[in-house]
């Protein structure tokens, strides 16, 4: 940050100036008890249930336990240098972070505070970190299509622009990942990115930061950071942040596309405040309103009708299983929370099935209503065809003799699974997704040993960019595929296929 | 749900303003409470293996001719009633809302360095002015402030420390040079 010299001493200036004017007189308490980043304030009668208040350290806290004559404030940073007998004195204001345009590009910590190195913030205005969710009036139904660029997420689990879809997944399944790679997709299609890391790794944060900045997408997204080492308060607020950020765009009128990174730390970290604040424990030792925390968060993710905006805020919050068990707690929570569920399995991905989603498991409920109608068409035979060879694998791995039309369900099977994967970091744009799986539902693939698959796969999208660019375009344009579309798409297939051996 | 030492100092604030001697039971109040307030009396007090009629007898003896009025029968009441623990806080309340009632309070003066007299009754003054009330100083030495003094009162601060002036000048440089979310 560059600071002019004169800048400063005007500052300095200005500070001497107001130094002889009266001392400051604020409402104060004072500090009885502080540690694991909790102090007990005595005093402190008018404060307010979420109001900020400000240790004699600078640090600010939240005051969350309001009781008869002292309160359980939670510390938002460190709580070393503040001692039992200092002055703790309110704010009258609640907790908020700065949000506005000048957010774009920036890496900002729970408090809104830049942790880059690109200087103040330009914040067009503040935002309260907790807020009400919008209204049943302000919203209308989901039915716009938010392209992850994930071809197994776009066409058996596609996402609405509003919705909440959780990715839910073991560890190192490539949860993250999808998340990363539906905002790699955003560019140039004018939807803002909020990615919110909770209690991770500052190395992974450090890594996903770098890709976000090498492939251009840091320009259109603010990274909201609370590593591991950050004090659980700040891992706590981080989402709630990270939301108000979100909001404030999706008030403005604009398409926001948020991920929470990941909630069941962010619950753990709930669950340590709340222990330290001594509100009694429930199940696993979370507190009573672990459920009211996520519903509050994820209820502001919305889509608003026309008379407010008509912005969309859609969120992708993502939970970590321990041993594939979705049936755990906070699973179960915002699974019932959220408007459907992105399943990654370690198995799939352990068998280079990758991204590793299990289309069985994995549901959205605003479904095939947020998809373009081409996508619609070829990806409703393509669920049920995929089911049929998920049983029948079962069944023939005993060895059992087939009949043709066994044996060419399960090729064909074997087929989706090997479209369906795909490179991290390489989203693949909706009208290439859908000339793909327009050879695969009608069986133009057949031919293609599984293992030529993608390779043909890349041939083919070169081949109509370079000889029939208008195919893409009518797809991008109507959405649509007609019967003069289908007859050009067959024959850019069946040249393709002449360019190289596949068999 | 109101706390039994607040019942306790309720008690002997009307027994106060029957008696009518409230300067004199302050003064001995604060004197039972400078005789107990140390950890071997405390020890002595709390421990559950010394009988009864032990702690009201040292009690009586040591106070005997010191203390009149009501605070005796304090004192055996709570040792009767099993609160001996309770003894400093109730007279810490009593004695806060007695001084109230007398349009007295305290203000806890901390500073960097020791102050005079003559600017520990200037600051009071002010003080006392802001609140309209007799002031009980209690100063406090803290190097953390850096310099200047703040004043709790009254569950209000008035902050002048250095400490305060430079949290100011760095939030103000943090926010970009806007005064606009600075707080007081």
């Not at chain 1, 590009?105 to 935002?127: K, M």
């Not at chain 1, 840091?218 to 706590?236: F, G, K, N, R």
């Amino acid at each position: 940050m560059h600071i002019k010299p004169d800048e400063i001493t005007s500052v300095i200036k200005q500070q001497i100036k107001s130094y002889s004017a009266k001392p400051d007189f604020a409402e104060a308490g004072v500090v009885i008890q502080i540690g694991d980043g909790i102090a007990r304030v005595y005093g402190l009668t008018s404060a307010m249930s979420g109001e900020l208040v400000k240790f004699s350290n600078g640090t600010y806290g939240i005051a969350l336990n309001l009781e008869e004559d002292s309160i359980g404030v939670v510390v938002m940073g460190s709580d070393a240098g503040i001692k039992e007998g200092d002055p703790v004195r309110l704010s009258g204001r609640m907790a908020e972070v700065p949000v506005g345009d000048g957010m774009l590009g920036r890496v900002v910590n729970a408090l809104g505070e830049p942790v880059d190195d690109q200087g103040a913030i330009r914040a067009e205005g503040y935002r309260p970190i907790e807020s009400p969710a919008p209204t049943v009036i302000m919203r209308r139904e989901v039915n716009q299509p938010l392209q992850t660029g994930i071809k197994a997420i776009d066409a058996l689990v596609p996402i609405g622009k509003g919705q909440r879809e959780l990715i839910i997944g073991d560890r190192e399944t490539g949860k993250t990942a999808i998340g990363i790679d539906a905002i790699l997709n955003q560019k140039g299609r004018d939807v803002l990115c909020v990615y919110v890391a909770i209690g991770q790794k500052a190395s992974t944060v450090a890594r996903i930061i770098r890709v976000l900045r090498e492939t251009g997408a840091m320009a259109y997204t603010t990274v909201v950071l609370s590593t591991a080492s950050d004090p659980t308060s700040l891992q706590y607020f981080a989402p709630f942040a990270g939301c108000a950020i979100a909001e404030e765009w999706m008030h403005q009128g604009r398409d926001v596309l948020i991920v929470y990174d990941d909630l069941s730390k962010h619950a753990v970290a709930y669950r340590a405040i709340s222990l330290l604040l001594r509100r009694p424990p429930g199940r696993e030792a979370y507190p009573g309103d672990i459920f009211y925390l996520h519903s509050r968060l994820l209820e502001r993710a919305a889509c608003m009708s026309r008379e407010y905006g008509g912005g969309t805020l859609t969120a992708l919050p993502i939970v970590e299983t321990q041993a594939g068990d979705i049936s755990a707690y906070i699973p179960t929570n915002i699974i019932s929370i959220t408007d459907g569920q992105i399943y990654l399995e370690a198995d799939l991905f352990n068998h280079g099935f990758r991204p590793a989603i299990n289309p069985g498991l994995s549901v959205s409920r605003v479904g095939g209503s947020a998809q373009i109608p081409a996508m619609k068409q070829l990806a409703g035979p393509l669920r049920i065809e995929f089911a049929q060879y998920n049983e029948l694998a079962v069944f023939a791995q005993f060895g059992v003799e087939l009949d043709q039309n066994t044996s060419d369900r399960l090729r064909h099977g074997e087929q989706i699974m090997e479209v369906l994967k795909q490179r991290q970091y390489r989203p693949m744009p909706v009208e290439d997704q859908i000339l793909i799986l327009f050879a695969l539902s009608n069986k133009h693939l057949a031919g293609i040993k599984t293992r030529h698959l993608l390779r043909f796969q890349k041939d083919f999208l070169n081949y109509v960019e370079e000889n029939a660019p208008h195919i893409k375009e009518e797809i991008r344009r109507s959405g649509e595929l007609s019967d003069g579309l289908a007859q050009q798409i067959e024959a850019a297939i069946a040249q393709a296929k002449e360019l190289c051996d596949y068999i | 749900m109101a706390k039994i030492e607040n019942r306790y100092a309720n008690a002997l604030l009307e027994l106060t303003a029957e008696n009518g001697s409230p300067e004199k039971d302050l003064a001995q109040a604060a004197l039972v409470y400078e005789a107990l307030d140390n950890p071997e009396t405390g020890a002595f007090l709390a421990d559950p293996q010394i009988p009864k009629r032990e702690k009201d007898a040292l009690l009586q003896k040591a106070f005997s001719g010191l203390i009149g009025g009501h605070l005796p029968g304090f004192l055996q009441l709570m040792v009767r009633k099993n609160r001996v623990g309770l003894i400093l806080p109730v007279l810490s309340e009593y004695m806060i809302r007695q001084n109230r009632r007398l349009g007295r309070t305290e203000a806890k003066i901390v500073s960097a360095t020791p102050l005079s007299p003559q600017q520990i009754d200037a600051i009071s003054s002010v003080i006392a002015k802001q609140v309209n009330m007799q002031i009980l100083t209690k100063t406090a030495i803290d190097p953390d402030v850096i310099g200047g003094f703040y004043v709790l009162v009254e569950g209000r601060v008035f902050d002048a420390t250095i400490r305060h002036k430079l949290d100011g000048l760095r939030e103000y440089l943090r926010k970009g040079g806007s005064y606009a979310h600075q707080t007081g």
